[in-house]
C-alpha cells in the first residue's frame, strides 16, 4: 500500500532534498551502501570476498541529463575496474551498470552514447578478466536496454542482463535469453508500473518468478537468482537440483545490508553468493527503492527522524 508514495517521491526533487538533508538519513543509509567514494567500495568489497561472497558494484546514480555527467559515470566505472584489478578483487568481483546512468535518455542519440559508454565499461572489465551486468530500469527501457545487450553481446558475450518477474513479458524473454553463456539475473522488479505492462498482486509476481526460475534453470545459461524471498530461494535451489546442476552453474544474489545471516547460510552450504554493493554520492532513488520494498525500513526511518527531533 506504500510502495507507490514512496516510489512516487522517488522522482519528486523537494522531497529529495527533504530526505537527503534529514539528519538520520545516512546512518540509514549506510546499511544498504558502502559509502560515497571508491575507497569504501574497495573496503567492503574486501571484506565481502574474505567472507565467501561475491560482489557486483553499482556506482550509484540514474537518470543522467547531460553528457559530461555520463561520462564522468563512465571514467569512474573504469577507475572502479582498473581498483580491482590491482587489488586481485577482480576474481571475485564484476560490475553492475544502469544504462540511464550512461546516457540512454540523453536526447538525440541517447541510446548510441549508453551503447558506446558501456563499450568502454566492457573493454575495463575484460582488461582486468570481470563481468558486467546491465541492470534493468522501468518498463520504457526495456527493449532499448535488452538491444544495447544484445550489440554488446557480440563482442562481449558475458554480459549479463537482468529481467523483471513482474513485467508480463518476461517469461517469453526467459525463453529467449537461456541459452548457452547467457548470464541472466532474475528479480521480481523494484519499478512502479502499470497494469498493463506488470502483474500488480504479489503472488502473481512470485508465480511468475517461478516461472521463470523454470526456465532459466532448465535452460543452458547461467541463472542468477536475485532474492531475498526465502520461499523463492528454497524453489530456486530444488530446481537447480531438478536439472542436474552443479554448484557453480548458477548463483544466488542479494542486495547489500538485506539478510545477511541467509547470504552467509548460503555460503556455507556450498553455493555461490553474490552481493550487490553499490556506492557514490547518488544513493537517492536506491534509498528510496529500498524502503518501499519493506514497510518496516520506512517506520524505522520515521522513528529515527522522530526521535533526533
Ligand atoms: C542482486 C539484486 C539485483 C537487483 N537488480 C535489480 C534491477 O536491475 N532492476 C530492478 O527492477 N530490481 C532489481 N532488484 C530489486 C528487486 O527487483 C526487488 O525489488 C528486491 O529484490 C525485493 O524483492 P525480493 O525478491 O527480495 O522479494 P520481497 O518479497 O520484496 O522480499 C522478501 C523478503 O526479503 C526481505 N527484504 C526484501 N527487500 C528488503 C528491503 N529493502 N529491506 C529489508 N528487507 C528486505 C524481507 O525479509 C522480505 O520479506 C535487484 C535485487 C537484487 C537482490
Request: aromatic content about 6%; proline content about 4%.
Amino acid at each position: 500500500m506504500l510502495r507507490s508514495p514512496i516510489l512516487a517521491a522517488a522522482r519528486s526533487p523537494r522531497t529529495r532534498s527533504l530526505v537527503e538533508h534529514l539528519p538520520p538519513t545516512r546512518a540509514i543509509v549506510d546499511r544498504f551502501v558502502a559509502g560515497d567514494v571508491l575507497a569504501d567500495a574497495i573496503r567492503v568489497t574486501h571484506e565481502l570476498v574474505e567472507s565467501g561472497r561475491k560482489v557486483t558494484l553499482d556506482h550509484l546514480g540514474e537518470d543522467t541529463a547531460d553528457r559530461s555527467q555520463a561520462d564522468a559515470t563512465v571514467d569512474a566505472y573504469e577507475a572502479l575496474l582498473g581498483a580491482l584489478g590491482e587489488t586481485g578483487l577482480a576474481r571475485s568481483a564484476e560490475v553492475s551498470v544502469k544504462l540511464s546512468a550512461v546516457g540512454q535518455f540523453l536526447p538525440g542519440d541517447g541510446e548510441r552514447i549508453a551503447l558506446d559508454n558501456a563499450r568502454r565499461i566492457c573493454v575495463a572489465a575484460a582488461r582486468v578478466g570481470t563481468t558486467v551486468t546491465l541492470d534493468m530500469e522501468d518498463h520504457t527501457t526495456t527493449d532499448s536496454t535488452l538491444g544495447i545487450l544484445r550489440e554488446l553481446r557480440a563482442d562481449f558475450p558475458w554480459v549479463g542482463a537482468v529481467l523483471q518477474a513482474y513485467l508480463r513479458r518476461t517469461e517469453q524473454d526467459c525463453r529467449d535469453l537461456a541459452h548457452e553463456g547467457s548470464r541472466v539475473r532474475l528479480c521480481k522488479g523494484a519499478y512502479q508500473e502499470p497494469e498493463s505492462v506488470a502483474f500488480q498482486d504479489k503472488g502473481e509476481v512470485d508465480r511468475s518468478y517461478v516461472r521463470c526460475l523454470r526456465i532459466l534453470m532448465g535452460g543452458a545459461g547461467y541463472p542468477m537468482v536475485a532474492s531475498h524471498d526465502p520461499r523463492l530461494i528454497a524453489i530456486a535451489r530444488h530446481l537447480a537440483d531438478l536439472a542436474g546442476r552443479a554448484p557453480g552453474s548458477f548463483e544466488f544474489q542479494m542486495l547489500y545490508g538485506i539478510r545477511p545471516e541467509e547470504q552467509a547460510r548460503i555460503v556455507e552450504r556450498g553455493d555461490l553468493m553474490r552481493i550487490y554493493l553499490p556506492y557514490g554520492a547518488e544513493w537517492y532513488g536506491y534509498f528510496m527503492r529500498r524502503l518501499a520494498e519493506r514497510p518496516a525500513n520506512l517506520t524505522f526511518f520515521l522513528r529515527a527522524m522522530a526521535t533526533k527531533g
